[in-house]
């Protein structure tokens, strides 16, 4: 990596502290960091700023949290006291060639660097780093399993919704516990990819016909597929947990009537391995800036 590049990371949850550290030891750029004042500066080894004091001309990176800023401009800051808002004239101020780094983007995240015109990468959604985050998000469902049922997983009747890049690690790694696998999805090229594995099919639309043996749904498509059409053949006596991005695909409104137990388990892998989470985004990082 070239000297004299200077990162700026600004805001996150638990990930972020070894992503700091993994930055730090793997390249010579400069890294600052803002809403981190809760963390003594010998820990994370870097300098700490505000956005008051912040020198964004020479900025070839900024790293905002996994879940971007809200509607309003505001940064997720579990580190800090302090409440940080980016506005659209904060954007305009960065250099050109810096690169907005985030996990997810909303629209006015979007629209702040479309109109002046900087480079955003939402990390979440380059296969990579999805694929690396979906095996610590697989032993997170695992253990949320583990801990909300009765039964062992071994044997267990597990349902896995979306055969994406979170879903098949997910069924791999149930169904290496000895659980029998169902794979449901709309998506026919899914499908085959799922039966190829050895995996029980069905689409969704077919799904309630045999959804009342399941004892663990998994959720992983981040749409609004699991309504009352499906959670009424269900048996209340199931766990549903969900790993799909806001809002989720579930009713979680309706499972509640019919007592079901329902998670929805956002940021596991920051919950479950914050260290591996955050290294795998350092990387990523690291090798974008290259």
């Known amino acids: 990596m070239e000297e004299g590049k200077?990162?700026?990371?600004?805001?996150?949850?638990?990930r972020y502290l070894p992503l700091i550290h993994a930055l730090n030891k793997r390249s010579q750029i400069d890294i600052v960091i803002l809403g981190f004042d809760k963390v003594e500066q010998s820990y994370t080894g870097v300098k700490q700023s505000t956005l008051d004091q912040l020198k964004v001309d020479d900025l070839s990176a900024v790293v905002l949290p996994i879940t971007g800023i809200d509607d309003n401009g505001w940064i997720e800051t579990m580190f800090s006291t302090e409440s940080i808002q980016l506005t659209k004239e904060w954007f305009l101020n960065l250099p050109k060639k810096c690169i907005v780094f985030t996990g997810i983007a909303n629209?006015?995240?979007q629209n702040y660097c479309k109109e002046t015109n900087l480079t955003l990468v939402e990390l979440m959604s380059r296969d990579d780093v999805a694929i690396y985050n979906s095996i610590p998000t697989a032993e997170g469902t695992i253990m949320l399993a583990i801990q909300n049922t009765d039964?062992?997983?071994?044997?267990?009747?597990?349902?896995?919704?979306g055969f994406g890049r979170v879903g098949e690690t997910t069924a791999n790694s149930f169904s290496g516990l000895g659980a029998n696998v169902t794979v449901v999805t709309r998506d026919r090229k899914e499908l085959a990819r799922a039966f190829e594995r050895g995996y029980h099919t069905l689409l969704l639309e077919n799904v309630k016909d045999d959804i009342a043996d399941c004892d663990i749904l998994i959720n992983t498509i981040p749409h609004p597929v699991i309504g009352e059409e499906i959670l009424?053949?269900?048996?209340n006596q199931a766990l549903i947990i969900d790993v799909a991005s806001k809002p989720g695909g579930v009713d979680f409104k309706y499972a509640k009537a019919?007592?079901?137990?329902?998670?929805?388990?956002?940021?596991?892998?920051?919950?479950?391995?914050?260290k591996t989470a955050g290294e795998i985004i350092a990387s990523c990082i690291a090798d974008l800036i290259r």
């Open 6 to 14: 200077k990162i700026a990371i600004i805001g996150g949850d638990a």
């Open 107 to 109: 629209q006015l995240l």
């Open 151 to 161: 039964i062992t997983i071994h044997h267990a009747n597990v349902f896995v919704f």
């Open 232 to 235: 009424q053949f269900l048996s």
């Open 258 to 274: 019919r007592a079901i137990e329902a998670i929805h388990a956002l940021g596991l892998p920051g919950m479950v391995a914050p």
